[in-house]
């Protein structure tokens, strides 16, 4: 008997069953790669939501928090920074950290300052200033809040996000710089509270010194006259002595 054609008839089934696993694999590969593109684009959204509530507020926390959260991109971040030279991250580290530390004690003249001393030393050192140059616009524009996320991220990705906070911390960046303000702003009330109290008490005790005095005037006065009486019935008194309206215009 011929087989060819049973044979043939399983081959091409088998071709088919071949065909139908490759493009169900096909698919498979397919839609996970749709669903990590999806995965990336929502991590990516929250990656930017979470960098511009950063912006709103740079505290050393949501630093630390980006850091924790997006670790490929604070990776992306270390790795651009690894561009520069050991000498050329020094260089920049002094400068943004000590434009952090002015920021943060309120004085934006001399966080501009810093930067800008640095821009031309930063030049002949081969390094891009563009966005030290950016800071210092953010700063003279009045948008120091702004300045201090810029300034404060770019460290991250010097020297990585949980170092950059805690230096942000010591130099009272963010929330604690905040609470320090107000501490400040707290004392400086207490002390203008305390000096109007002391005034207040001089005028008080000075206005008694003078009820007083006004009181012995008014007793020597009363003396003076029972002394005149006493000695002249009351008539003529005393030589040299006050009459009692000029007593009373002292006394007043």
Do not use: C, W
């Not at 949501?62 to 959260?69: A, E, M, P, S």
């Not at 651009?80 to 002015?102: M, N, V």
């Not at 930067?115 to 120091?144: F, P, Y």
């Not at 005790?205 to 005149?228: H, K, Q, V």
């Amino acid at each position: 008997m011929d087989f060819s054609p049973l044979v043939q008839g399983l081959q091409l089934r088998q071709q088919k069953q071949n065909i139908e696993a490759d493009n169900q694999r096909q698919e498979k590969l397919a839609q996970l790669a749709r669903d990590k593109f999806t995965i990336d684009q929502q991590e990516h959204a929250a990656y930017l939501a979470d960098v511009e509530a950063y912006k709103a507020d740079p505290t050393p926390t949501r630093l630390r928090d980006i850091g924790l959260k997006h670790p490929e991109q604070a990776a992306a971040l270390q790795k651009a920074g690894d561009s520069y030279t050991t000498s050329q991250k020094q260089d920049l580290i002094g400068t943004g950290f000590g434009a952090l530390g002015a920021l943060a004690a309120g004085n934006n003249d001399l966080a501009a300052s810093t930067l800008e001393k640095r821009i031309e030393a930063l030049k002949n050192s081969g390094i891009d200033t563009s966005h030290t140059q950016a800071a210092v616009d953010m700063i003279k524009a009045g948008k120091a809040k702004e300045a201090t996320a810029y300034l404060s991220y770019a460290m991250a990705g010097l020297v990585g996000s949980d170092h950059a906070a805690s230096v942000m911390e010591t130099l009272g960046v963010g929330g604690k710089a905040d609470d320090k303000r107000a501490d400040n702003e707290r004392a400086d009330r207490r002390a203008e509270l305390e000096e109007r109290r002391v005034t207040n008490s001089e005028r008080a005790t000075n206005a008694a010194i003078a009820r007083g005095d006004a009181a012995s005037a008014r007793a020597e006065r009363a003396s003076d006259r029972a002394d005149r009486k006493a000695a002249g019935g009351g008539k003529g008194g005393k030589k040299g002595a006050f009459s009692d309206s000029q007593l009373d215009a002292l006394i007043q």
